[in-house]
């Protein structure tokens, strides 16, 4: 891929091998994504971090990463362990990654990149990936739409089996000694974003997957990948389990699959959804309540086992038999 993404810091690959594997893999990620959706990508200037031309028009994207608390001395934000009961699931969602997603977006909010003239009068979409503990994506998809709207939900089924959602004004996200408010699109200079751009796909078992699918690799690998996915159900609450072999008939995967596009109400130059064709798109209504379109394939969280066979052979057998 490095013959055709343009460095133009001229660290990539220093940080690509060192610190900043994360956040640059992210950034490679997005450069697949964007040109896989026929976008002309302008990597000329540093910042933004990308510039995509297309036929409905140009965005601009910052890219960034949730990273480890490296001190917690003072911060008052101590990483939980793991989540595991339904209570430590929910205050990771509701307290804790709200702070840690609130940390890096205001941060680079204070940066003002829609000033520059590679993004001005653009939309500008903050594009944001979480690798604040080992496989926190996995858990943390559902937090980043409270901090942004300041919502949460509570649900029933009705009489008849229909789901009512009834939404929940936050106020604030607490962890520690650590408060900030809630509602990230309702912050000052927040309406000059247009969207928040957030996949939990954009690390190394994507490229191992997509890198598989292209033919490279040794032969005796078989990838399977088990996860969840989007119910298009109205009245369902719960996502889709699915356990698929990676390049098995019927087997499909694009860059783009599983984005999510969180859109600003607010927005100064609203984002076409049109202009990411693949991804998720979400939007919040006046009464609060979510509307979310999707693709009819829309993952939302997985894991990619490597298993390694005896021989090619034997790889072959064992897709045809768990395929």
Known sequence: MMHWYEDPDGNFIEQFQTTGFDARLWELYLFAAFTETGYRIDRIHA??????EGVLGTFAVEAMTVNPTQDNTGTGVKPPSRPRTEEEHRAFALQYMPIKFGSTLTSKLRKKYWELPT????????????????ASMVFSRSALPLYLYGYEYEWKHDSGGHLVVV???????????????????DLPDAENVSAVVFSNSGTIAKFNRMGFLAGFGSKRLVLRRTGTAYDPN??????????????????????GEGLDVFHNPKAKH???????????????????RMVTVTPAWHPLASFTEI????????????VQETA
Do not use: N
């Open 47 to 52: 910042v933004p971090d990308f510039v995509c």
């Open 119 to 134: 993004a001005e009068g653009k939309p500008l979409l903050f594009a944001i990936q979480d690798f604040s503990g080992p």
């Open 167 to 185: 939404p929940k004004k936050i106020a604030t996200h607490r962890w520690g000694k650590k408060e900030i408010p809630s509602g990230f699109f």
């Open 234 to 255: 109205p009245d369902s609450v719960e996502p889709r389990e699915f356990d698929q072999i990676v390049g098995a008939r019927g087997y499909r995967e694009t860059w």
């Open 270 to 288: 609203p984002l076409d959804p049109q202009m990411l064709p693949d991804a998720g798109h979400h939007r919040l209504l006046p009464d609060g």
């Open 307 to 318: 298993l390694v066979a005896d021989s090619e052979e034997e790889a072959q057998r064992l």
